[in-house]
């Protein structure tokens, strides 16, 4: 399985079942010291800016928290995430403003509802991603924590990779609905960007307008009386018919779209000298 589809399949885990992720960051106490964090089965010291305490926390707002719809894979939201992946790899995320975000949304797709996006640095276990975005330690807002129990938020991208300063990055965005560009039928029922402005449980009440199907004359299947036969000129409508004889009237000339029985002649009408 590709890895961002592991880390999919972690979310998704906590969204069904998230006491089951607060009964594990419950067991991560007897690996802290203090701030120090040591995973099992490393040496390595995990400094952490609020200890076990973000985590205990974090586990009692997922015993609250119940059963939420899994996010789905959104291929146009997986480009959003590599491209902003590639502009922050080699860089500090800070120094990418909000515009660029907004240009690789205009570029790829039309988003309704929520959008939202979260970048977690270094970790490479899809396990620890997720578990870092739910402890949050060290913001106060959880912000990452409340996009990914967020219920009105059903669509997601993911990239993941090295990054020059904190070694693995991983860019997850997602939003409510989605919509590429490159289906024309969309863009008729969502056409622009809306941010903050429906639920997600709003969107399943949005149809797309059913365009009405042109009714179609059926002939009737009994057999015709023979009419007379004329000649296949004659079935054609004709626009316009300019006689250039009266005593010749075959010689005429149907302007338009149609057919010409017969070609005429054109006069050629002598040249006038100028004087």
């Known amino acids: ?16 079942n998230p006491n089951a992720l607060a009964e594990k960051l419950l067991r991560y106490k007897q690996c802290f010291k203090g701030n120090f964090l040591i995973l099992p089965g490393s040496d390595a010291r995990v400094v952490t800016k609020e200890g076990f305490k973000a985590y205990e926390e974090a586990a009692n707002v997922l ?3 119940g059963p939420l719809p899994e996010l789905s894979l959104s291929k146009g939201l997986g480009k959003i995430a590599s491209d902003f992946f590639e502009k922050i790899k080699e860089t500090d995320p800070d120094n990418i403003d909000d515009i660029y975000m907004n240009s690789l949304i205009e570029k790829y797709s039309s988003f309704f509802g929520l959008f939202e996006n979260i970048i977690e640095f270094g970790s490479n276990s899809p396990e620890l991603i997720v578990i870092n975005c739910i402890v949050c330690d060290g913001n106060p807002e959880r912000e990452n924590r409340n996009i990914l129990l967020s219920k009105d938020l059903l669509k997601v991208g993911i990239a993941f990779g090295a990054h020059v300063t904190y070694g693995y990055c991983t860019i997850i965005i997602s939003c409510t609905e989605f919509k590429n560009f490159d289906n024309s039928d969309d863009l008729k029922v969502f056409g622009k960007i809306f941010a903050n402005s429906i639920s997600a449980e709003e969107i399943k009440t949005i149809e797309k307008p059913v365009e009405e199907v042109p009714k179609i004359e059926v002939a009737s299947l009994s057999k015709p009386e023979e009419e007379d036969k004329k000649p296949i000129s004659e079935e054609i409508p004709k626009k316009e018919i300019i006689v250039k004889d009266k005593e010749k009237p075959d010689e005429i000339l149907v302007v338009g779209d149609k057919t010409i029985e017969k070609p005429v002649e054109e006069e050629v009408k002598p040249k006038t000298e100028e004087i």
């Open 1 to 16: 399985m590709e890895f961002y589809k592991k880390i999919i399949d972690e979310i998704n885990k906590v969204r069904k």
């Open 63 to 65: 015993k609250t928290s």
